[in-house]
Every structure is written in structure tokens, then in C-alpha cells.
């Protein structure tokens, strides 16, 4: 039944490997297999977690590692405790997550498992960053990509350095996020993994952005948006036409900013995405405003004012229509 629900995995027939994995962890522990009781239970959870079902996967997965502890399988120990970190951050119990990753990472550096060690501290470090503790997220993600380089697992690396980068950016080390992101694109290049390399990039964006060097953001967001509409990811585009939108508007290109923030909107409307529709409509109104395009910044604060409003979001419905009225007042009153 094990396997079986293994295969399952594999065809995504996931609700149906969930039942065999269940009905295989019963039998061996009927069996007295305590062994294959806690492997069954480790597929189990990661089952579990592919259906969103994050609550049950943290009891299949804390399970699992306790009988792999009392067993002495230090190794499947350490996954199990891995993946129940993972399926703790889903719930949003980061604290206890932070610790499944923090053990899993000293299982496997007792065994000396590199590898898992580099992956165990790479989600060590998402998750710390979480807790807002930014100078351990920076150590976890420095550890782990220290280890990948080592190991020549370029992919790790890669991943390791994004993540560091975001931390670094946390504890405003900018020229060292800056370094982090640039290396990871660089990778992800090398690899010829366009996602990677475009999330990596969109990470770079944002710091050079928040340091105010939008030119340089404008750059990077411009090859982002293209790489991940070559790939079809409109949801991205969208997000990363939206920051784009914000850079140009505040290097003072307001026309190519309407264009791009209007493309962003387009977009998320098209993928029925309503919050951030809103979002990128206020914004578009917000940059209609500075080249006096008055009745058309009311017109795209309306529209958002009215999805807020169907979204039940109450506070951004209000900040809208102050931001409404304000493009009405200029309306009328002489410059």
C-alpha cells in the first residue's frame, strides 16, 4: 500500500494516495513494523500537505519522527523533522517550525549529511526571518549556501543566496543583498532556470528601489517582467509590472509609468485577481494625478474603491475614496 500510494503521488492522484498511505501506516502498525509504520505516516504527511491539509500533516509527520527517534533512524528522523517544519509554517506557528528545522539541521550534521543539512538550514532561515530575528536568518542562510557551494549543488546555491538576500535586506546590509541577489540571477542563468532567475532578479528590484537607486530598479524590473511573460507567469508580471510602475513614477517618467501600471491592472483583472487589481488601479490613479489627468485618476480610484468594497475590505475602501476626493478637489480647483 506504501508504494502504491507513492505511484499515486506521482500521477497526482493525491486524495487517493492520502487513503493508501493511511490504510498502510494501520497495517504495519497492526504488524507490530513500527519501520514502515513511521515511513507510511512521513509519505502520509507530505500527502497531507499537497492537499493543504497542513494540521493533519503536522500529526502524521510529528508521529513519524517520534517513532523513527525511538527506533534510532536518525536519518528519517531528520526528514521527518524537516518536513514537519515546513508543514508547521503553513499554519503559521513559525516558532515551532523554527525548531523542527533547527533539529533537523543538527541531525543531519551529526550524520553528515551535507546536503540535507544545506536544505534543513536554507528553511531554517525562512523561517527565522519570519520571526523577524534577521541577523539568524542571515547566519542560517549563510551556512546553507556555503555548504550547497561546496557540495557543487548550483541549484541550492542559487536558492540559499535569494534567501540570504532577502535577510540581508531585513537588517539593511544592501550592498551585501545586493551581492546575494545578483550572484543567485547569475546562477539561475547559468542554469537556464528562467524563474529562478527572474524571482531573483524581482529581489534585486527591491533592494536597489529601497535604496533609492531606481534607475538601476527600473533595469532589473524591465528583464524580470519580460523573462516571466516569456514564460506565460502572468501572476508575477503583474507584481512585477506593479513595481516597476511605482520606480518610474518616482524617476519622474509618469507616461511610461500610466502604461505599465495599466498593464499590471489588465492583468490581475484578467486572472480575477481582485486585491491586487485594486492595488495596481490606486496606484495608476495615484501617477494619473501627477500628469493631471484628473478625471481618469477619479475613474481608476473608483473602480478600486468599488472592489475594496465587494472585497469587504473596509479600511482600503475608505483610504480610496480620500484619495478620490483629492483628485476631485484638484479637479476643480485652479492650479
Known amino acids: 500500500m506504501n508504494n ?30 513500527r519501520h514502515r509504520e513511521s515511513q507510511a505516516l512521513g509519505n502520509l504527511g507530505l500527502a497531507l500537505r499537497e492537499m493543504r491539509r497542513f494540521e493533519e500533516a503536522v500529526n502524521a509527520h510529528t508521529e513519524a519522527a517520534t517513532i523513527q527517534g525511538e527506533l534510532g533512524d536518525r536519518h528519517r528522523e531528520g526528514k521527518s523533522l524537516n518536513n514537519l517544519g515546513l508543514a508547521l509554517r503553513e499554519m503559521r506557528r513559525i516558532e515551532e517550525a523554527t525548531g523542527a528545522h533547527t533539529e533537523a539541521a543538527a541531525v543531519f550534521r551529526e550524520l553528515g549529511d551535507r546536503h540535507r543539512e544545506g536544505q534543513a538550514l536554507g528553511n531554517l532561515g525562512l523561517a527565522l526571518r519570519e520571526m523577524r ?28 543566496l535569494n534567501n540570504l538576500g532577502l535577510a540581508l535586506r ?11 541577489h545578483t550572484e543567485a540571477a547569475a546562477i539561475f542563468r547559468e542554469l537556464g532556470d528562467r524563474y529562478s532567475e527572474g524571482q531573483a532578479l524581482n529581489s534585486l ?76 488601479l490606486n496606484n495608476l490613479g495615484s501617477i494619473l494625478r501627477e500628469v493631471r ?27 480610496t475614496l480620500v484619495l478620490r476626493a483629492d483628485a476631485q478637489r484638484a479637479l476643480v480647483e485652479p492650479s
Open 133 to 160: 530575528r534577521f541577523e539568524e536568518a542571515v547566519d542560517a542562510g549563510a551556512r546553507a549556501a556555503a555548504i550547497f557551494r561546496e557540495l557543487g549543488d548550483r541549484h541550492g546555491e542559487g536558492q540559499a
Open 170 to 180: 531585513e537588517t539593511r546590509r544592501v550592498e551585501e543583498a545586493i551581492g546575494a
Open 205 to 280: 528590484g527591491l533592494v536597489w528601489a529601497e535604496g533609492r537607486r531606481f534607475e538601476e530598479a527600473i533595469n532589473v524590473y524591465t528583464k524580470t517582467a519580460a523573462i516571466h511573460g516569456e514564460l506565460g507567469d502572468r501572476q508575477t508580471e503583474g507584481m512585477v509590472l506593479n513595481n516597476l510602475g511605482l520606480a518610474l513614477r518616482e524617476m519622474g517618467r509618469f507616461e511610461e509609468a500610466v502604461d505599465v501600471q495599466t498593464q499590471a491592472a489588465a492583468i490581475f483583472r484578467e486572472l480575477g485577481d481582485r486585491h491586487r487589481e485594486s492595488q495596481a
Open 4 to 33: 502504491l500510494g507513492l505511484a499515486l503521488r506521482e500521477t497526482r492522484r493525491v486524495q487517493e494516495a492520502i487513503g493508501a498511505h493511511t490504510e498502510a501506516a494501520a497495517i504495519f502498525r497492526e504488524l507490530g513494523d
Open 293 to 319: 489627468r484628473f478625471e481618469e485618476a477619479i475613474g481608476a480610484h473608483t473602480q478600486a474603491a468599488a472592489i475594496f468594497r465587494e472585497l469587504g475590505d473596509r479600511q482600503r475602501e475608505e483610504a
